[in-house]
């Protein structure tokens, strides 16, 4: 047996399984060692023998570490993809099917460049537009702040009433607001006035269209609507000038019911119209005017009367009212709750009625004599002015202050006998005034007879 010079550990005989020292180099069976070269040293016993599964799962430590640490790198700009990859497709290319966009990032960007270039883009055409929220119906409030900017006073001599614009220069208003006036002024709500003639009149349907000096293109107007949609108990309100002096007042109610009183359709209504109310509009929650306040009877609380609008659609085109036997809304109105039952009292009223009628007339026609004598006395007698407008310019003799001219000298004579008619007049007027008012004769109707006759002047009784 031979010894090997190395201080290795022992090694296994492959022939009888011996465990040899390292130092020598054959078994006791006589195999001999194989030499191993001094460079290469030789590992020996278990040390020497690693499992394969252990190499695999080394390999396989090793391949998810370099997989884990790639991925999680950020992203780097790939000189190998091609340019047309990540521009934008050109403007004529054919429309292609919206898919969701893939995220890619230029080398260093440009400012702005990408609103440049970029087309627009594209809504998804799939997912549907959003309905509009629903529209909320327009309060009262501002119903009655649009229409107070659209309503005027109206003011025709002594007679102070209501109005409303309908187009920038047109007005309507109630005939009997209106009796034959020659010189009318409309005053706004901020104050500013306009002088206006009248263009067109019935009194059986109390309405009147008056046409405004140098209208203003941005004037707020009222819509016109129908009393062919109105129902009873729909809410209402009234725009006016209460008492001639409150104006832009707003009234509030309901439409009591449609009533036809001749060949007039009014709308009967609680809400409150008082005189210098009347010719104001009576309009629904939408803004569209229904009725021309024309009327309230002030002996029954809520009951008040507005003439339908349509009556005025057909008056401004053109179209003459149909007959109604004669009398306004008023009177007509008056005789078709007189006539619900006959009553001693109801009997008299209705006699004194006719009595102030006849009364009246006989002194319109000596006032219209004196229609005749006035101009030829202005003319040859007094060439001042005449301040204020009048439904007969010779009123003027009872105001000093419409009068400021000198009369020419030697008229005394012609003066003082036209101020003997006019004084007679006006004392006969104020008389049958209070008869009618002590017969029960209603205030309303005496105003009709007179505007009718052309007597309405508000100085009869001082």
């Not at 040899?20 to 001999?32: D, E, K, L, Q, S």
């Not at 004769?441 to 505007?451: E, F, K, N, S, Y």
Request: proline share 9%.
């Amino acid at each position: 047996m031979t010894r090997h010079s190395s201080t290795e550990h022992s090694w296994t005989c492959p022939v009888c399984s011996r465990q040899v020292p390292g130092r020598i180099t054959a078994c006791r069976c006589g195999h001999a060692r194989e030499e191993t070269p001094d460079d290469e040293p030789t590992i020996s016993g278990s040390a020497s023998r690693i499992p394969p599964v252990a190499w695999l799962l080394g390999i396989a430590i090793v391949a998810l570490a370099f997989w884990y640490g790639y991925s999680s790198r950020p992203p780097t700009p790939d000189a190998t993809v091609p340019a047309r990859l990540v521009t934008a497709p050109p403007p004529t290319a054919a429309p292609q099917a919206i898919s969701p966009p893939v995220a890619t990032e230029a080398a260093d960007p440009v400012p702005g460049a990408a609103f440049a270039d970029s087309p627009p883009a594209v809504a998804d055409s799939a997912v549907p537009a959003p309905a509009p929220p629903p529209s909320s119906p327009i309060s009262l409030e501002d119903v009655a702040e649009r229409a107070t900017q659209a309503v005027v006073r109206v003011e025709s001599g002594n007679t102070v009433g209501s109005g409303f614009f309908v187009t920038p220069d047109t007005v309507l208003t109630n005939a009997h607001v209106v009796p034959g006036a020659w010189a009318i002024t409309i005053r706004r709500a901020n104050g500013s006035t306009s002088s206006a003639r009248l263009v067109s009149s019935s009194s059986e349907i109390d309405v009147a269209a008056l046409k405004v000096s140098n209208p203003d293109a941005s004037q707020v107007v009222l819509p016109m609507g129908s009393v062919a949609r109105v129902r009873s108990g729909q809410e209402v309100i009234a725009v006016g000038s209460p008492l001639g002096v409150l104006q832009s007042s707003v009234t509030r109610g309901i439409v009591s019911a449609v009533r036809s009183v001749g060949s007039v359709t009014l709308v009967q209504t609680d809400a409150a119209i008082n005189p210098g109310n009347s010719g104001g509009p009576l309009l629904t929650r939408d803004g569209d005017v229904i009725g021309i306040a024309t009327m309230g009877l002030t002996a029954q609380q809520g009951l008040s009367f507005a003439v339908a609008i349509d009556h005025a659609r057909a008056l401004l085109a053109g179209q003459q009212p149909a007959a109604g036997g004669g009398g306004t809304p008023l009177s007509n109105l008056n005789h078709a709750i007189n006539d619900r039952g006959a009553s001693s009292s109801d009997d008299a009223r209705e006699e004194a009625t006719r009595a102030y009628e006849q009364a009246l007339t006989l002194l319109a026609r000596r006032a219209d004599a004196l229609d005749l004598d006035w101009p030829r006395f202005k003319s040859a007698c007094y060439g001042g002015p005449i301040r204020g407008s009048f439904d007969r310019e010779w009123y003027a003799l009872y105001d000093p202050r419409a009068t400021p001219g000198m009369v020419t000298p030697g008229c005394e004579g012609a003066l003082a006998d036209l101020r003997r008619i006019a004084d007679g007049i006006r004392a006969e007027m104020a008389s049958q005034d209070e008869a009618a008012r002590r017969a029960g004769v209603l205030p309303g109707v005496q105003r009709d007879i007179r505007a009718r006759l052309r007597l309405e002047y508000s100085g009869w009784s001082r």
